[in-house]
């Protein structure tokens, strides 16, 4: 069981940069695939970025595809996520999320995922 911890969030104009990290203690970090995602007030939850656990592959959404990039580092327990060329629509909450599940065709649904951190507001605004 891991515990997702979010940090990094903040004000950033458009067409900035900013890295969100999110901590998840635990001795099994790498056993887990370990996702973003986004909720901005009266939408749904959104996909960003997922990597999978023990080295596959990374996937993003189609809205943030180019901008961001996501990485891990498992001695560390931490996964980052890049964003570059920020966007007004970018702004949201941004929530880590780890599952202990692989497979490739919910990686981009919330409910594949049982454990969750707490987001980090972004606000992409001049």
């Known amino acids: 069981q891991v515990q997702p911890v979010e940090s990094g969030g903040g004000l950033v104009q458009p067409g900035g940069s900013l890295t969100l990290s999110c901590v998840a203690p635990?001795?099994?970090?790498?056993?887990?695939?370990m996702a973003w995602f986004r909720q901005a007030p009266g939408k749904e939850r959104e996909f960003v970025a997922a990597?999978?656990?023990?080295?596959?592959?990374?996937y993003y959404g189609d809205s943030v595809k180019g901008r961001f990039t996501l990485s891990r580092d498992n001695a560390k327990n931490m996964v980052y996520l890049q964003m570059n060329n920020l966007k007004p629509e970018d702004t949201a909450v941004y929530y880590c999320?780890?599952?202990?599940?692989?497979?490739?065709?919910?990686?981009?649904?919330?409910?594949?995922?049982?454990?969750w951190g707490q987001g980090t507001q972004v606000t992409v605004s001049s």
């Open positions: 990597t999978r656990k023990n080295g596959g592959n990374t």
């Open positions: 635990g001795p099994t970090f790498s056993r887990y695939t």
């Open positions: 999320a780890a599952t202990q599940r692989d497979i490739i065709s919910t990686l981009n649904r919330p409910s594949a995922y049982h454990y």
